[in-house]
């Protein structure tokens, strides 16, 4: 299985993502993960690890992980003991390979997979966490290069209607969990918080070639 070379700069992260040319394989703690070329790879970035650090995912609870890409997190919210997830992507590469990873891990009878833009595909029901590792760069994405949807955000719209739309599937003691970076607009990024409405109950930092941000928001 291929090391982890994390990448910062976003071209380059680009470039090394598309330079597969087909499905390969990784691991990440211990576990196998399959990538398709077009989705976000935990070979290059080190997002998915860094939330996993420091997320609390409760025995027996509901997580819905928005912008699942290879379905990392929802996979390991499962195996930590989530008893219902449901794993969104717009991206139909990264559905499929998400699929794929829930079932060789054996986690499918726990974990749903929908290829929806944000929630315009996922049913009306309430979660306990709902994770996103939000994309960092406002640029706008490439729809020929579906890869780009999972680091580009023009003017941060999709996290801002993210947030706005969060609000009718959080439960009332739920936590929504937001990643993101210093490499992006992370002041702009805790104004769209606020304005939505969203309580930071905590901000975690961790810098690894460049600052990663966690924030928990609840209503």
Not at 151 to 162: A, G, H, I, M, Q
Request: aromatic share 10%.
């Amino acid at each position: 299985m291929n090391k982890s070379k994390i990448i910062s700069d976003v071209s380059l992260f680009i470039q090394k993502s598309l330079q597969h040319k087909g499905e390969y394989l990784t691991e990440i703690k211990g576990k196998p993960l399959w990538v398709h070329p077009q989705v976000l790879s935990p070979q290059y970035s080190y997002s998915s690890r860094f939330i996993m650090h420091n997320w609390n995912i409760p025995k027996e609870s509901t997580v819905l992980d928005m912008g699942t890409g290879t379905g990392v997190l929802a996979l390991f919210a499962a195996l930590k003991g989530a008893k219902h997830v449901v794993a969104v992507d717009i991206n139909p590469h990264a559905c499929s390979i998400a699929e794929k990873n829930v079932k060789e891990n054996k986690v499918s009878d726990r974990v749903k997979v929908i290829q929806s833009d944000l929630y315009n595909n996922v049913k009306k029901e309430k979660f306990d966490r709902i994770i996103f590792n939000a994309p960092y760069w406002n640029n706008e994405p490439n729809p020929s290069i579906p890869l780009t949807y999972a680091v580009f955000d023009k003017n941060y719209l999709t996290l801002r209607r993210f947030l706005k739309e969060s609000k009718e599937y959080l439960n009332i003691n739920g936590k929504i969990i937001l990643s993101f970076s210093t490499q992006g607009e992370i002041d702009l990024i805790r104004l769209i918080i606020a304005k939505s409405r969203f309580i930071i109950e905590k901000e975690i930092q961790e810098t690894k070639g460049h600052t990663r941000v966690l924030f928990y928001l609840s209503l």
